[in-house]
């Protein structure tokens, strides 16, 4: 029977120890193009610029004076209403109301956005 | 007779063996391949890059002063939307060719009737049907019906859609 070397049996613990770290920063690697692409697919889908283009052109309309004193110009509404959904799938509404706070009167703009994948509700003050 | 010589050897090998396969592995899983479902990727940035250039148009050059988007729209001028349009959508910050983004606008509105249309506002060139395009729009309210629209274009003051298919020619 052919004698076993035991010799440097430390190397090759030390040897399989480095091995095993080595393949653990490689799974980091593994993991980062997928974990960087889903974020970023993530961010990109999120309808930031539907949701700001509506709450824009709202803001605008009563900065404007087209919505005021709770009067809300009901073309102006029922348009961007039936754009949304026709075009872009997306159900909107808005209303606005003047409240008093701490003495002040100020716009109170309730925004709901709806596009099936993203809901989106704000109220603001202004 | 099974021969037990060197099975500390034997051993060895397998672990090697399994330290090679694991390498291998990992270094052929970390590249990742481009598949047609990853294309709408580039699309989404499509889209960011439209969605900035609607909003630039979009953006007043002084406070309560109109756009250039909405005076664009209440003269009807496709002509001045597309230079502007193509001037943004294409310019790069470095020397060198333009970019090569084609786009075609419409105007969506709610008619007489009640439906919504959508009508044409400028292209910069023919379509194949076969574009690659995303869809970017925009609300912008006009104080009436711009002069050569459809007849059953309102004449009060309204809100339109700006629609514009933008991809890579």
């Known amino acids: 029977m052919a004698r076993l070397d035991d010799d440097g049996q430390w190397i090759v613990m030390m040897g ?14 593994n993991q980062a193009t997928l974990v960087g692409q889903t974020t970023a697919e993530g961010v990109l889908e999120f309808p930031k610029s539907d949701i700001r283009d509506f709450t824009e052109e709202v803001h605008t309309l009563v900065d404007t004076g087209d919505v005021y004193n709770s009067t809300i110009n009901e073309t102006l509404r029922r348009d961007i209403i039936a754009l949304e959904e026709a075009r872009k799938n997306t159900i909107v509404n ?3 109301q003047q409240v008093d706070i701490s003495g002040k009167t100020y716009n109170e703009t309730i925004y709901h956005f709806n596009n099936g994948v993203t809901v989106y509700d704000a109220t603001v003050h202004y | 007779m099974v021969g037990d010589d060197a099975q500390l050897y034997t051993m060895e090998g397998i672990a090697a063996a399994f330290v090679i396969l694991m390498t291998v592995y990992l270094v052929a899983g970390t590249t990742s ?39 664009y729209l209440r003269t009807w001028n496709a002509t001045d939307f ?14 060198g060719p ?14 007489t009737a009640g439906t919504i249309n959508t009508t044409p506002f400028g292209s910069d060139g023919g379509r194949t049907g076969y574009e690659q395009a995303v869809r970017v729009t925009r609300l912008v309210t006009i104080p009436g019906r711009p002069p050569e629209t459809p007849g059953d274009f309102r004449e009060i003051k309204q809100v339109v859609m700006v629609e514009v298919l933008i991809w890579r020619g």
Do not use: C, W
């Not at chain 1, 399989?16 to 690697?29: E, G």
């Not at chain 2, 969605?51 to 988007?69: I, Y």
């Not at chain 2, 333009?98 to 008619?111: E, G, H, K």
């Open chain 2, 33 to 71: 391949i481009y598949t047609p479902g990853d294309s709408h990727i580039s699309d989404m940035q499509l889209e960011v890059l439209g969605n900035d250039v609607l909003l630039v148009m979009d953006t007043p050059t002084e406070e309560m002063k109109e756009s250039n988007l909405t005076l």
């Open chain 2, 82 to 95: 597309e230079r502007n349009f193509t001037s943004l959508l294409r310019s790069r910050t470095t020397d």
């Open chain 2, 98 to 111: 333009d970019d090569t983004l084609r786009f075609a606008a419409f105007v969506s509105y709610n008619t």
């Open chain 1, 16 to 29: 399989f120890l480095v091995a095993v770290s080595i393949f653990f920063l490689a799974l980091v690697i």
């Open chain 1, 94 to 96: 808005y209303s606005v």
